[in-house]
């Protein structure tokens, strides 16, 4: 039943861990200039945190025999904790921006987190109510994650280096 899902996981786990070595050695390149920024070594978490659960969450479907029960279990806990980082992070840093105008532009990317992180939650909760049909949940998630991890990771990469 599950091992229609395995491709998937292996592609999303290892396309993140990928990006998640790239994103610590950008950052270790540019960590002068990222510690100098207000909120900026904040904000190195939250990619972090999205590429984290890019590689944890698509393990989940390698696990043999595993039920849907524990399946979705495991992605509420892991998307829930992805949610409450990240929402706390953008929280922390809106209120720390002082210019108005940047405040509503920062809102678009909050938004973009919710986006991200709230169809793994969604994931979890109909595999745990509606069995398989909630895996497919974690595709917009997974994309979605991705985008905006990339996103903030040229961030680090390449805007503070100009």
Known sequence: MMEKWADLGVATAGAAGALLGLFFVAVSISIGKIVAVANLSQSTLQPITLLLALVVAPIMLLVPGQ???WLGSEFLLIGVLTWIVTTRIDVTIYQGITPSDKRWGYLA???FSQLATLPLVLAGLITLRSGEVGIYWLVPGIILSFVKAVLSSWVFLVEINT
């Open 67 to 69: 039920s849907t029960q």
């Open 109 to 111: 990317n909050m938004v």
